[in-house]
């Protein structure tokens, strides 16, 4: 296991991983679509958008926090046709090593956030004095990456806890679900469609023709929305679910079938692509070893 402190030095799931950034930005960033290896913990603070996670999509105020689970697609949209707002947020990377290397007298703070996941929950409306410690030990965290000095491990590692614990006792509280927004209606019955359909066959003439659109008007209308094609999406969503079957226990020789993929080399020229390495290779990262 490595022990990394930035992304730029490219952790994998199995890397002792934490790092906080803030940010502030005059206008609506576009990203495209994206899935990290690792949790990410989002703190809205300022701006007009929507966040769709999965086929879910958000409206975020201040005060809330998100729970980005390990492979899920995740993406900002934004909430107004004006996009010339100041934007700002914090959010924290942390895999699920560094999350365990906190287990301590039969305690963990992994639980909760992977019942959180498994539950498809992810937006978190946070009592105030919760919030402000939240954010003020990732701010220190975020900080920290600009200096050392004696401790700093250690007292990183105290706001780390502090951070998940008093998430996690906000998961354990608040279980009812939040209510969802929309794109626009034709957009989210073709994006909920690949969602749960991903395991079939699926082209843009297919799904332009099941839900009466013209397929250039659909492929227009998608990629404005979500910053990428609908064959890019389609592809994120199969590998992004490979990955975590990957994890779990499928064989990458097996689960090119389970991810709508009717070839193995078809499936693996797109997760090279995607993420710069075979199947195996990422199997032989999970279990730290080299790839045969």
């Given at each position: 296991?490595r022990?990394?402190s930035r992304e730029?030095?490219h952790?994998?799931?199995?890397?002792?991983?934490c790092?906080?950034t803030q940010?502030?930005q005059?206008h609506?960033p576009?990203?495209?679509?994206h899935?990290?290896?690792y949790?990410e913990v989002?703190?809205?603070?300022n701006?007009f958008?929507?966040?769709a996670?999965?086929?879910q999509?958000?409206n975020?105020?201040y005060?809330d926090i998100m729970?980005?689970?390990?492979y899920?697609?995740?993406?900002l949209?934004?909430?107004?046709d004006?996009?010339r707002?100041?934007y700002?947020?914090?959010?924290?990377?942390?895999?699920?090593?560094?999350l365990?290397?906190?287990?301590?007298?039969g305690?963990?703070?992994?639980?909760?956030?992977?019942?959180?996941?498994?539950d498809?929950?992810y937006l978190?409306h946070?009592?105030?004095?919760?919030?402000?410690q939240?954010?003020?030990?990732m701010y220190?965290?975020?900080?920290?990456?600009?200096t050392?000095y004696y401790?700093?491990e250690?007292?990183?590692r105290s706001?780390?806890?502090?951070?998940?614990?008093?998430?996690?006792?906000n998961?354990?509280?608040n279980?009812?679900?939040?209510?969802?927004?929309h794109?626009t209606?034709?957009i989210?019955d073709?994006f909920?469609?690949?969602n749960?359909?991903y395991?079939?066959p699926?082209s843009?003439?297919?799904?332009?023709?099941r839900?009466?659109?013209?397929?250039?008007?659909?492929?227009?209308?998608?990629k404005?929305q979500l910053?990428l094609t609908?064959h890019?999406?389609?592809?994120?969503?199969?590998?992004?679910?490979?990955?975590?079957?990957?994890?779990?226990?499928?064989p990458?020789s097996?689960v090119?079938l389970?991810?709508g993929?009717?070839?193995?080399?078809?499936f693996f020229?797109a997760?090279?692509?995607?993420?710069?390495?075979?199947?195996?290779q990422?199997?032989?990262?999970?279990?730290?070893?080299?790839?045969?």
């Amino acid at each position: 296991m490595r022990y990394i402190s930035r992304e730029t030095e490219h952790p994998t799931a199995i890397d002792y991983y934490c790092e906080a950034t803030q940010t502030t930005q005059d206008h609506f960033p576009r990203i495209p679509a994206h899935t990290h290896n690792y949790y990410e913990v989002y703190i809205f603070l300022n701006g007009f958008v929507k966040i769709a996670i999965e086929d879910q999509i958000y409206n975020v105020k201040y005060g809330d926090i998100m729970l980005f689970p390990p492979y899920t697609i995740h993406q900002l949209l934004p909430a107004s046709d004006d996009t010339r707002f100041e934007y700002r947020r914090i959010y924290m990377y942390i895999t699920e090593p560094c999350l365990s290397s906190f287990d301590f007298n039969g305690q963990s703070l992994l639980p909760p956030i992977q019942q959180a996941a498994q539950d498809k929950r992810y937006l978190f409306h946070i009592p105030k004095e919760d919030f402000e410690q939240i954010y003020q030990a990732m701010y220190l965290l975020f900080r920290s990456k600009k200096t050392d000095y004696y401790g700093k491990e250690m007292l990183n590692r105290s706001r780390i806890i502090q951070i998940i614990t008093l998430l996690n006792k906000n998961i354990q509280m608040n279980t009812e679900s939040h209510d969802k927004t929309h794109i626009t209606p034709a957009i989210d019955d073709v994006f909920t469609y690949i969602n749960h359909h991903y395991q079939e066959p699926l082209s843009l003439d297919f799904l332009a023709k099941r839900f009466f659109l013209n397929k250039y008007t659909l492929s227009k209308l998608f990629k404005e929305q979500l910053q990428l094609t609908v064959h890019e999406y389609i592809t994120l969503k199969r590998i992004s679910t490979a990955k975590l079957l990957i994890k779990e226990g499928t064989p990458p020789s097996k689960v090119h079938l389970e991810v709508g993929y009717s070839n193995y080399s078809t499936f693996f020229r797109a997760f090279k692509k995607l993420e710069n390495s075979s199947p195996e290779q990422f199997l032989a990262q999970l279990k730290n070893e080299l790839p045969q």
